[in-house]
T-cell receptor
Framework: DSGVTQTPKHLITATGQRVTLRCSPRSGDLSVYWYQQSLDQGLQFLIQYYNGEERAKGNILERFSAQQFPDLHSELNLSSLELGDSALYFC????????????FGPGTRLLVL | GDSVTQMEGPVTLSEEAFLTINCTYTATGYPSLFWYVQYPGEGLQLLLKATKADDKGSNKGFEATYRKETTSFHLEKGSVQVSDSAVYFCALVMNTGFQKLVFGTGTRLLVSP
């Protein structure tokens, strides 16, 4: 158990809809990272937050957004969903902003029908 | 840009066989190198890491040595078990300020009794 929790575990929705994925980092970790894992793209970094502020962006679509709240939990919002957004979404956390050692949550599996 | 190349899987072995999973990297500087493991239905777990050339990371019988001259970080284990069946990801992160974790495509290992 990494100490990172993600909800929900599974999500099934339809194209055009909007969903919110939630992540709670390990106790004491200030950085939260979001990753997308799909069969065709592999594991890709989406975005990082550190202590409430956006710190780095990766291959995140404009339809996607995230935020980190004062209690350090984070939410990833996916809107105008397309079939290709079906994937596993992982959250990870680390103590610092460098992200050298990250601890991953169990993931949320999103299926867009 | 920075990238990681792993051997394609699946790698199929019998229990107690010797394991090697090849990983090479391309980076503009001197990255830290990692192996993560993903067991079925779970998130990624850090298996081992090395932060500078000639460092050897080790954990749970797995080892990998940071070879700067060959830009490699091959994963080895002397005697695999059925419980080692998982997907193994090689990854790097640069040491100069935050850079995203860059993952390889993953190598699935299947160990049969």
């Amino acid at each position: 158990d990494s100490g990172v929790t993600q909800t929900p575990k599974h999500l099934i929705t339809a194209t055009g809809q909007r969903v919110t994925l939630r992540c709670s980092p390990r106790s004491g970790d200030l950085s939260v990272y979001w990753y997308q894992q799909s069969l065709d793209q592999g594991l890709q970094f989406l975005i990082q937050y550190y202590n409430g502020e956006e710190r780095a962006k990766g291959n995140i679509l404009e339809r996607f957004s995230a935020q980190q709240f004062p209690d350090l939990h984070s939410e990833l919002n996916l809107s105008s969903l397309e079939l290709g957004d079906s994937a596993l979404y992982f959250c990870a956390s680390s103590e610092d902003t460098l992200g050298e050692t990250q601890y991953f949550g169990p993931g949320t599996r999103l299926l867009v029908l | 840009g920075d990238s990681v190349t792993q051997m394609e899987g699946p790698v199929t072995l019998s229990e107690e066989a010797f394991l090697t999973i090849n990983c090479t990297y391309t980076a503009t500087g001197y990255p830290s190198l990692f192996w993560y493991v993903q067991y079925p239905g779970e998130g990624l777990q850090l298996l081992l890491k090395a932060t500078k050339a000639d460092d050897k990371g080790s954990n749970k019988g797995f080892e990998a040595t940071y070879r700067k001259e060959t830009t490699s970080f091959h994963l080895e284990k002397g005697s695999v078990q059925v419980s080692d069946s998982a997907v193994y990801f090689c990854a790097l992160v640069m040491n100069t300020g935050f850079q995203k974790l860059v993952f390889g495509t993953g190598t699935r290992l299947l160990v049969s009794p």
